[in-house]
Structure formats: C-alpha cells, structure tokens
C-alpha cells in the first residue's frame, strides 16, 4: 500500500515536502511517482522514480522546481515542491507501477489503472 502525508496550505513561492510511505510490494520491481488532481481538472502525472536504479524523471511543469527522491531503505518516496504557484493546487497521490521504468509510457497509464494508489495528499497554495 501507499500512504502519503506533507500536504497542507503555503503562500505562493514557498515549498512542502510530500512524503510516500510504500509496503507490501518489491519496491526494486516498481515505478513510484506522484500524480496530481487540480480541481476541475483531470488526473496528470507529476514525477517518477525508479525504483530499480533510482532515475527520475518529471513533467515540464515540474522540472526544476520539483524533486523526487527516496531513502536507502527504499520504503519512503519524497517529492519536495518549491517556488509552488497557486496553478500546483491539487491532491497529490502516490502510485506505483510495475516495472520499474519511469517512461512516457508511465505517464499515460491511467491513474486507476495503477498497480498501487494512494488516497492522497492536499496541497493549497495561496497567492
């Protein structure tokens, strides 16, 4: 299962870390990354990590102002936001999807589609 925490309310230009907590499943097998859900809007990807060889990659929305990371023990999948816009209001869910490949085709699984889901996370941000 997936478990996130961090999501709260920030003033435009600050930052919040997301937290992912993963278990039972092969964290090495897996794709782990973040979707989104801005309301009125549909579900899109964020960023992965893998979970086999730990690269990375983010949407154009997300680079260089998002960073996804996970510990050493491989149970814990962080996504840090900073220079955040009103425009990054959302839930933000983690996912999990077999295998562990962080490619175009990660971000076009449907999000119920997912091998695992979180319930979510909410980040406000006020301008």
């Known amino acids: 299962q997936l478990v996130e925490s961090g999501g709260g309310s920030v003033q435009a230009g600050g930052s919040l870390r997301l937290s992912c907590e993963a278990s039972?499943?092969?964290?090495?097998?897996?794709?782990v990354g973040w979707f989104r859900q801005a309301p009125g809007k549909e579900l899109e990807g964020v960023s992965c990590?893998?979970?086999?060889?730990?690269?990375?990659t983010y949407t154009e929305s997300a680079k260089g102002r998002f960073t996804i990371a996970s510990d050493n023990a491989k149970t814990t999948v962080s996504l840090e936001l900073s220079s955040l816009e009103p425009e990054d209001t959302a839930v933000y869910y983690c996912?999990?999807?077999?295998?562990?490949?962080?490619?175009?085709?990660?971000?076009?699984?449907?999000?119920?589609?997912?091998?695992?889901r979180g319930k979510g996370t909410l980040v406000t941000v006020s301008s």
């Open positions: 039972g499943f092969t964290f090495d097998d897996y794709a």
């Open positions: 990590i893998s979970g086999l060889d730990g690269s990375t």
């Open positions: 996912v999990a999807e077999y295998p562990a490949l962080c490619d175009s085709r990660w971000y076009q699984v449907p999000f119920y589609a997912m091998d695992y």
